[in-house]
């Protein structure tokens, strides 16, 4: 697949004439990364802008004796990069691949020169940092008025709907993501999240076989979401 079919599928160039698009695909390098290498780290130079081609990575911060807090997961057609591109600072978050996964990659001065002379490139970034920020408030809610069950439950929704793909078993969940990594996401303890799962696993709500984990009821699941909202 060319690099302008590749771009073509990519909501940031949403709106782009293959014109346009081939003006941006002169100035991509590709890049492939195997499981669990790192992309970026926090405080690095942000030089970069980074659009996932193919793969899955997540964004989180360096482990500690506190843990490793992981603030999301992109995947295929999404982005990251973009706001040390726009405001020069430092990156604010380290950024590790959880399967093979292939980018495309932009450098800082091409980037901005895309911005100038392509403005819908720009309202796609607009648009994309708004569901960021929309997305961050819902989790500010979720950490302020729900307990660990409902933080589990929430994340589990947030993957299922994202990432989760419908079987005759129910909306299955393969993300390379470890229990440890779940807690992370939520906030918890292992041991904490395990004792959660164990729970709707009994209940018959969820299945977990290794590292995936298959929703049997969402409609069940989400509506014991909502009622453990303070």
């Not at 129910?170 to 918890?188: C, F, K, N, P, T």
Request: glycine share 6%; charged share 30%.
């Amino acid at each position: 697949m060319s690099v302008v079919s590749c771009l073509a599928r990519v909501p940031l160039f949403a709106g782009l004439s293959e014109e346009e698009l081939a003006k941006v695909a002169q100035h991509v390098r590709h890049r492939r990364l195997a499981a669990d290498e790192v992309v970026v780290r926090k405080d690095d130079p942000g030089l970069t802008l980074y659009i996932i081609q193919k793969g899955k990575v997540k964004i989180h911060s360096q482990p500690s004796e506190e843990g490793e807090v992981i603030f999301g997961v992109l995947s295929e057609g999404e982005f990251f990069g973009e706001l040390s591109l726009i405001d020069g600072l430092e990156r604010s978050a380290d950024v590790t691949t959880l399967e093979e996964t292939e980018l495309l990659m932009l450098n800082r001065d091409d980037f901005l020169r895309c911005l100038r002379e392509l403005p819908a490139i720009a309202l796609n970034i607009l648009v994309a940092l708004c569901q960021r920020l929309r997305k961050a408030d819902e989790w500010i809610e979720a950490f302020t008025g729900l307990d660990v069950h409902g933080r589990v439950l929430k994340a589990l929704l947030d993957l299922s709907d994202r990432y989760g793909v419908d079987t005759d078993a129910g909306r299955e969940i393969d993300l390379h993501l470890s229990q440890s990594d779940l807690a992370s996401m939520v906030a918890s303890s292992r041991e904490s999240v395990n004792k959660v799962l164990g729970h709707y696993r009994h209940l018959r709500l969820l299945t977990i076989d290794g590292q995936r984990i298959i929703l049997h009821n969402v409609a069940e699941i989400r509506r014991r979401l909502e009622s453990r909202y303070r």
